[in-house]
């Protein structure tokens, strides 16, 4: 038995939880890839370990990918595949598995066809598994798919969402348009149709279920404050009245006429705001779930490091959460779960 | 494809949803036996079908399960593994499959080992599997094993948990001590050691996350309420002060360290008193989960029914469910999930 060897792809926010949680659970950090700032720094330094890992950010990632012998690549950049497509394709072909906490990764079927196909081809022509995981893994997918078991008959599931945007650095922060006036932001939804992160969830409920998606929509506003808020993520002031985030409501319908509704919120908090998870199964009989205050950052990170072994036994190609073992605590060092 | 073919054992209170819901599963009810009542009553008549399934009641048991052809037999006798273990048997010798909503038999390793592991190699002899399941399998065990996935580091896991004795028929108000004076229950409790149910449930955590049980003490006492109660499982009246039920109080730990304190009740309720699920994992970081007013006798035999292909496709043995998929909600017929 050898340890697994990472390299993190993205020294941004989530990396200072991830790397130490990969260390502590007996995984060598072997590689570090940067895009701009903390270039040429030990990663130990970066992510405020307090001592160096022997390990240098660099920002030429063909580099680390083709010289640095590794298991799986970490990708921590950005929250749609579109955006990490390279980086994913990189890595497959230097045949390191991939586990990203790309939110849209988590299942990009519907939302990223062509692209997610390619990865698909791509990943099984290299031998190598690439997954998305995270918070949602357990408690916006798999949560559901679980409790359902439960039920003898189901005709909606209800979900109601929100996470603090300003937990996961500036990428997702932007991508929700916070800090922007109403105007700006009702102009920037014009141009662009984000998918909410909570299609990929409904997506990998159904598939879980074995359901299809028959119909899905989606509607966007932005959320607000009464009061100005400070975004750390972004270091800027939001005037009151202007886009704190965005509040997403995605409703779709099954291929059996089961009802999704689901309400998420990504937003900067009042003083007083903590994160939400509320979920009815409405049937026979109905179920309802709540997690107090969930650890939605925190638990991001656990998610993915609790991930690699069972992302590094899949077969290859683009495997989705519901198609690995449900994701488990992992008590002992990573490489015991290694098949 | 064929549809499966099921035979029920123990035609008391749950049998009035479990076989409607079987049949609502495209699942041929093929047999029915009972001990003492209906005998020799049509079974749809028995769990108020309002119509003839064609199955008459019997209490011989060794004349159905060895004429009548069935993939497998769902046993709702009784809520230990001793007091079924003869039905097992002779089901397993018939070369019937075993589902079970008895309690024990979620994860019986550890309260009867002998027993269950005579039940395993039975069942390894004739090629069919035996499995407890029932709403714990879901919210009890599954449910915080997953949740767990979310952690990094986990030093506790803490669970309360309540249902209404008097949901479950006279086996199990009478095994919970409803109506005896407190004299009396103390002296019951003196004469038999009754494992709590949540044994099972830490048990089968720790089995799926990987924990070995190091140490395990239960603490009982009676349940009561300031007003008499009505019992409808046994037709009787509890005088005020006497036992509503019991109170469970686990405590174990495992081989890392992790302490489990799980509070179990289950008693006749007051009038504002309804079912419980909390459950906390503490570590890096908590994780708060609540299920309001959940639905422990519907989703019980929800469960067992949803399982059945799980069984089915099993190898052959005593399978506990941390060693089958995940429960998941079934939309189609039964057997179109059969291998």
């Not at 950090?29 to 720094?41: F, L, T, W």
């Not at 099954?254 to 908090?269: D, H, P, Q, S």
Request: proline share 5%; charged share 20%; hydrophobic share 40%.
């Amino acid at each position: 038995m050898r340890k697994i060897k990472a390299i993190h792809y993205g020294v941004g926010a989530m990396s200072h939880m991830i790397v130490p949680y990969m260390l502590e659970k007996g995984v060598d950090v072997v590689g570090a890839i940067g895009r701009v700032s903390n270039i040429g720094k030990d990663l130990g330094d970066v992510v405020g370990l307090g001592r160096d890992l022997g390990v240098k950010v660099s920002n030429n990632a063909e580099e680390v990918l083709s010289e640095q012998e590794a298991d799986i690549v970490i990708i921590t950049i950005a929250s749609f595949v579109e955006q990490i497509y390279d980086q994913i394709k990189l890595c497959v072909e230097n045949g390191k598995n991939v586990a990203t906490i790309c939110e849209e990764a988590l299942s990009p079927w519907w939302t990223s066809p062509h692209l997610t196909s390619k990865i698909d081809k791509l990943a099984k022509d290299n031998g190598v598994t690439v997954t998305g995981t995270g918070y949602q893994d357990v408690f916006w997918a798999n949560i559901i798919s679980l409790l359902s078991g439960g039920c003898h008959h189901i005709d909606a599931i209800n979900g109601l969402a929100m996470y603090n945007v300003d937990d996961y650095g500036p990428e997702v922060a932007r991508s929700h348009g916070v800090g922007l006036t109403i105007n700006e932001f009702n102009r920037e939804e014009e141009k662009q149709e984000i998918p909410s992160f909570m299609i990929m969830c409904v997506e990998s409920i159904c598939s879980a279920i074995g359901w299809t998606i028959k119909e899905l929509i989606q509607a966007n506003e932005p959320t607000t404050s009464k009061m100005d808020l400070y975004a750390k993520s972004l270091d800027i002031e939001i005037p009151a009245g202007n886009a704190t985030g965005r509040k997403e409501v995605v409703e779709a319908v099954t291929n059996t006429g089961v009802k999704f509704r689901v309400e998420l919120a990504g937003k900067v908090y009042d003083p007083d705001e903590a994160d939400i998870n509320k979920w009815s199964i409405l049937g026979l009989p109905n179920i309802e779930l709540e997690n107090i205050k969930p650890p939605t950052d925190v638990s991001t990170c656990a998610s993915i490091v609790n991930r690699i072994p069972d992302i590094i036994n899949a077969e290859p190609g683009y495997v989705t959460i519901e198609n690995l073992p449900y994701l488990k605590y992992r008590p002992y060092p990573l490489h015991f779960y290694l098949k």
